[in-house]
């Protein structure tokens, strides 16, 4: 057998993460692939012990509510524990057909197509929608899903800078000389910052240099707006927008995806996406539980839970602020579920993750390249069903920990 004068598998040993990773483990400070031993709630069982849940997208609460576990077994007791296809062949039950169809109700849109998961229906999107010769103009903090599929389309991808709107209008004068079709996709909600997109501005610039628009409404739908549609309905723009995104395991309490559109768009993706067709189904438990969550959220309880998670979002914001976090602060003053932290050095930024999860606060930690360089984070977020007494705790341990840390590691940005 011939030799290989270059190992593929080379890459796994010593890449730039490893020494890090390595560190991390001996010192048992690895914020990452920690064990959950029951629900996802307010409060979790989480490694042999019971920790305050501040870092989840289960935004509304809704994966421990009995109607959503209904939704779930009902689907399982009828169809069974999978689907073993595609919906293009024999994965689709009347459950994807019913949840479609009141997705496009939410969403006022003409049609709607589920995906097994968010990550696939963005990359349905962007892989089909997109081919040689287009553009795609991207903001620099869009969700990994996003460049993936700009990646897989081969299209020219000009990124700008996060939500700089002068930095837009470059990029779209500089597409309108590419050629091809033009996409402009961005997040709605970012995942990482919490903050809203100015879909406003986005949506004029893209009509004047006659560019489509695609927002992912992942961490929006079930949390912004009257009808918790998401932020091009909180910022009234939903009629410009050409084709949303969103998923079932954020507010949802599922695990699966979507994209609601005009229905010329929606059929063809029906019929010419690879990622939409050459993937199994989603199963009938998560399609169920979606069904139920979203029809709490389109309930007369929906605006209840809506304003609840945003309220509690509120309060730990203010609260960590006072206690002397640097905390993001949003020009628009849009509150969204997510409360980042800001502690700058990546290494720091672990050690307090741990320090808090010794003190029964679980927390997301966000390192580089997550976020920009020195931009380490603790990602906070709340749900709708966080009372005060445990949000209290949770920023009692927050007060305690801070003064050690900072006795020990030096002061954290303010």
């Not at 707006?225 to 507010?251: H, I, N, P, W, Y």
């Not at 320090?355 to 977020?381: K, M």
Request: glycine share 10%; aromatic share 6%.
């Amino acid at each position: 057998m011939a030799s290989l004068s270059h190992d593929v598998f080379a890459k796994v040993r010593g890449h730039e993460r490893a020494e890090q990773l390595r560190a991390a483990r001996e010192a048992d400070v690895l914020p990452y692939f920690r064990t959950l031993e029951g629900p996802a709630g307010p409060v979790v069982e989480m490694e042999g012990a019971e920790r305050i849940m501040l870092g989840s997208n289960n935004y509304l609460g809704l994966t421990g509510d009995e109607r959503v576990i209904q939704g779930a077994q009902a689907a399982l007791s009828k169809f069974g524990t999978g689907l073993t296809g595609s919906r293009l062949l024999n994965g689709t039950i009347s459950l994807h057909l019913e949840l479609e169809q009141e997705i496009a109700e939410w969403m006022g849109s003409e049609e709607a197509l589920v995906f097994t998961t968010g990550h696939q229906a963005n990359l349905a999107a962007l892989g089909t929608l997109l081919a040689p010769g287009d553009t795609v103009v991207a903001d620099s903090g869009d969700h990994a899903s996003i460049l993936d599929g700009c990646l897989l389309s081969r299209a020219k991808l000009r990124a700008f800078r996060h939500n700089r709107m002068d930095k837009l209008e470059r990029s779209l004068e500089k597409a309108a000389g590419d050629g091809g079709g033009v996409l402009v996709v961005v997040d709605g909600v970012f995942s990482m910052e919490g903050d809203v997109a100015p879909l406003g501005q986005i949506t004029e610039l893209c009509a004047r240099y006659g560019a489509r628009l695609m927002v992912d409404e992942a961490h929006g739908a079930g949390v912004l707006g009257a009808r918790g549609a998401g932020a091009s309905e909180l910022l009234g723009v939903e009629d410009r927008v050409d084709l949303r995104m969103g998923t079932f395991s954020k507010s949802l309490a599922s695990c699966g995806g979507f994209l609601a559109g005009d229905h010329e768009v929606i059929d063809y993706l029906r019929v010419q996406s690879r990622a939409f067709l050459f993937t199994a189904a989603a199963v009938p438990a998560a399609v169920g539980a979606a069904l139920a969550a979203l029809r709490i959220v389109r309930s007369e309880e929906g605006p209840q839970l809506l304003a609840r998670v945003l309220d509690n979002a509120a309060y730990l914001h203010a609260n960590l602020r006072e206690l002397g976090f640097k905390v993001v602060e949003h020009e628009d003053d849009h509150m969204t579920p997510i409360v980042p932290v800001i502690v700058g050095d990546d290494w720091k930024a672990v050690l307090l993750w741990r320090a808090l999860y010794d003190a029964g606060v679980f927390v997301n930690v966000a390192i580089h390249p997550a976020v920009p360089p020195a931009g380490a984070l603790l990602r906070t977020s709340v749900m709708a069903t966080h009372d005060r007494a445990t949000l209290d705790r949770a920023l009692g341990a927050f007060a305690a920990v801070k003064a050690d840390f900072e006795a020990q590691h030096g002061p954290l940005p303010v």
